[in-house]
């Protein structure tokens, strides 16, 4: 299956695109009702009326587990043609396997199913503290899982496990997934470009720059007695 063909726009999202995407809020056209109007092609089961106004809608999709959620198994998917298959396919549960791809990390063996089927327990995350730039998710879980994170896999994320530096995993071809033993533990997520601190680097020198100039000319101007 073409992934384009399930995902191709916002009113034909399923639920398996939904819950890749972290989506846990919808606003749609509603009709007089509050009903999403006919337009809206996606699954409506689960949608819960939260706010209205007219001709539109806000709706949580109850099922959504949110940006951030723990799934006992993985598989690996280099490429990102075959990430993005496997993605998108809908008999893959997000929120039992994650993708590991299009990049995998050499040496990446993801744990068999037997491995953590005993545990049962889903386990839980809570989002902790959460600014642009930054996150701190508390985890506790019964069996090793992959914390994943419907969070852009732009250049620059680090992440910290209990304080100490983790690898990052390409996760669901855009997002990002960590290996998370059992216990609980603090998940940070940190965002720290280059980009942004050559640019901040370069900002200072041109404000160090200006001010220089403007004291150099100030001083260099001749004085006119009275």
């Known amino acids: ?4 063909t399930a995902w191709q726009v916002a009113t034909k999202a399923s639920a398996h695109a939904l819950a ?3 989506v846990k809020y919808v606003a ?18 689960g949608l819960e009326l939260v706010a209205k106004l007219p001709g539109l809608a806000l709706y949580r999709y109850a ?3 949110g940006r951030f959620w723990l799934a006992p198994h993985a598989e690996a ?4 043609r075959k990430a993005l298959f496997r993605t998108a396919e809908p008999e893959v549960d997000p929120y039992d ?18 491995e953590v089927e005993a545990a049962g327990l889903p386990g839980s995350v809570v989002i902790a503290e ?26 620059g994320w680090s992440a910290t496990l209990d304080g100490q530096p983790i690898e990052i995993l390409d996760a669901n071809t855009a997002f990002m997934a960590v290996d998370v033993p059992s216990g609980r533990h603090a998940l940070e997520f940190i965002y720290d470009p280059a980009s942004f601190r050559d640019g901040l680097w370069l900002a200072l020198l041109g404000l ?17 007695a009275p």
């Not at 299956?1 to 384009?4: A, D, L, W």
């Open 20 to 22: 890749v995407l972290g």
């Open 130 to 155: 959460e600014t642009p730039r930054f996150v701190r998710l508390e985890i506790e879980c019964a069996s090793p899982r992959y914390l994943v994170a419907a969070l852009a896999r732009y250049p």
């Open 63 to 65: 099922p959504s587990r």
């Open 28 to 45: 749609l056209p509603a009709d007089a009702d509050g009903a999403p109007g006919p337009r809206w092609e996606g699954p409506r089961d």
């Open 1 to 4: 299956m073409e992934p384009r």
């Open 208 to 224: 160090a720059i200006t001010i220089g100039l403007v004291l150099f000319r100030a001083r260099s101007r001749p004085v006119v």
């Open 77 to 80: 998917r280099p490429g990102p």
């Open 97 to 114: 396997t994650v993708i590991v791809g299009p990049l995998v990390p050499e040496g990446f063996a993801p744990r068999k199913r037997g």
